[in-house]
């Protein structure tokens, strides 16, 4: 009888699926890298010297609630050909936020955020990753050292 149901098929069907290869999600193998090199990066410049290396190379110069609801993030930051500002409003991706040149070795941008308290850190274009002298220091979710900016409510 064909409607009868064998109970080692679904089973023999079961081991069969799990003894194949999936197949890799494209890119899922570069990008587990990149985050890796990323985090190992942070977590080495993080370190004591480097870390007071990094204070030297980059001072915070502003942050603040403007009157026009945007706030102000600058660096000054020697020896660099760009800055990116990363936080938690950019998912800490370092395309989405450039700093322009302002002279003087000075970076600078405005962005508008809402009410709240954000995490954030500038990424120069060499890689380096500074957390700003001015600003509150806090840690992200890797225990790397970041800053804390607060925007009230208008």
Same mark, same amino acid.
């Given at each position: ?16 699926? @799990? ?25 080495? @410049? ?6 007071? @290396? ?5 001072v915070?110069? +502003?942050?603040? !609630?403007? !009157?026009d609801?945007?706030?102000?993030? +600058? ?24 700093l ?20 954030? +850190?500038?990424?120069? !274009? ?29």
């Amino acid at each position: 009888m064909s409607d009868e149901l064998h109970p080692d098929e679904p089973l023999n069907a079961a081991v069969a699926a @799990l003894r194949t290869t999936p197949a890799l999600v494209p890119g899922l193998v570069e990008r587990t890298r990149e985050r890796h090199r990323r985090v190992r990066r942070r977590r080495f @410049l993080s370190g004591g010297v480097v870390a007071s @290396l990094a204070a030297a190379f980059a001072v915070g110069i +502003a942050l603040k !609630d403007g !009157d026009d609801g945007y706030t102000t993030f +600058a660096l000054v930051a020697p020896q660099t050909s760009g800055v990116s500002l990363v936080g938690d409003f950019t998912e800490w991706e370092t395309d989405r936020v450039r700093l322009e040149p302002k002279g003087d070795d000075r970076w600078e941008v405005k962005v508008k955020l809402a009410p709240g308290r954000y995490r954030f +850190a500038y990424v120069t !274009d060499e890689g380096n990753w500074l957390a700003d002298q001015s600003a509150p220091p806090a840690l992200d979710d890797f225990g790397d050292p970041t800053s804390v900016v607060m925007v009230l409510s208008e």
